[in-house]
């Protein structure tokens, strides 16, 4: 197998990893907080439905972040516990994009419901990319 090719299957491999992980635990997180946290402080400006294909491309786009900026640096640098930092650090800077400008842009935004985004982003990202990581790390043996 050629540099390049070793090089794409590793990346598949971090993406399926870190969407194994990832996705199962954040439909959890939705579907037991949903009700509790996010409807009573934002039933307003919820849709009754939500829109599958929005949601399918920020997730695919999500992960390739993870694996981009925390799992391919932390390979790369032989640093296996900096996946999880910098998966943390990734989590906090895109859940705050989102929630900090609602939280500037839209009336009635809970500065609660952005403190346990931020928090529930970073360590997901951090434990997704540790994830993936780790999985590299037993496939390659190193």
């Not at 400006?45 to 929005?54: G, I, K, S």
């Not at 999500?62 to 990734?90: E, H, K, N, Q, S």
Request: charged fraction near 15%; include cysteine.
């Amino acid at each position: 197998m050629t540099e390049i090719g070793a090089a794409a299957r590793r990346a598949w491999i971090a993406y399926l990893a870190t969407a194994v992980v990832f996705l199962p635990c954040d439909a959890i997180w939705l579907a037991v907080t949903g009700p509790r946290i996010y409807r009573p402080a934002l039933g307003h400006l919820l849709a009754e439905q939500p829109d599958l294909r929005a949601a399918a491309l920020f997730y695919a786009l999500y992960l390739v972040g993870i694996v981009a900026f925390a799992v391919r640096p932390a390979v790369r640098d032989d640093r296996p516990f900096a996946a999880a930092a910098r998966g943390a650090l990734f989590g906090l800077i895109a859940y705050a994009t989102y929630d900090l400008t609602n939280q500037a842009t839209l009336r009635g935004w809970p500065w609660a419901l952005t403190a346990v985004d931020l928090i529930w982003g970073s360590a997901l990202s951090a434990a997704a990319a540790l994830a993936a990581r780790a999985t590299l790390r037993l496939i390659s043996g190193k």
